[in-house]
């Protein structure tokens, strides 16, 4: 057993060099952004946009990712992350479009209804000769 000071991690030393160099380290591209959790948009959806539990489920998978981010599993942090925006995006779009469907169905049924007016106002405006009961 090796007790002596200081210990030398024998995956850096490079094999063949006695004066125990430390491996070179190749650079592969650029390194990739961290990724995103979507905490504060989750909260946001949890909050205001909570139309069948799709902010609260975002913000379990924005928590999870955080978590994994922390452990240093970003691959798994960044599928918890995606899955948290598709969450946060169906939550917005679940809240945002009825309300704008009903808005046009209100706004065509009130000039279809305009239109209907006018029309009768039309019929029972016209005045007929004593001919047309002949």
Not at 4 to 24: H, N, Q, V
Not at 43 to 62: D, M
Not at 84 to 94: D, G, Q
Request: proline share 7%.
């Amino acid at each position: 057993m090796d007790t002596s000071f200081p210990r030398e991690d024998p995956r850096t030393l490079t094999p063949g060099k006695a004066d125990g160099a430390a491996p070179i380290a190749l650079g592969l591209g650029a390194p990739s952004p961290p990724p995103h959790d979507h905490l504060i948009w989750s909260i946001f959806s949890t909050i205001y946009l909570n139309l069948c539990c799709l902010g609260f489920l975002a913000l379990v998978h924005s928590v999870k990712a955080r978590d994994q981010k922390v452990a240093g599993d970003l691959e798994a942090a960044r599928r918890y992350g995606s899955r948290a925006k598709c969450y946060n995006i169906l939550a917005a779009m679940w809240t945002l479009v009825p309300p704008l469907l009903l808005l046009g169905l209100v706004v065509t049924g009130a000039l279809h209804l305009s239109r209907l007016a006018k029309d009768s106002a039309a019929f029972f405006s016209t005045k007929f000769d004593d001919a047309d009961y002949d």
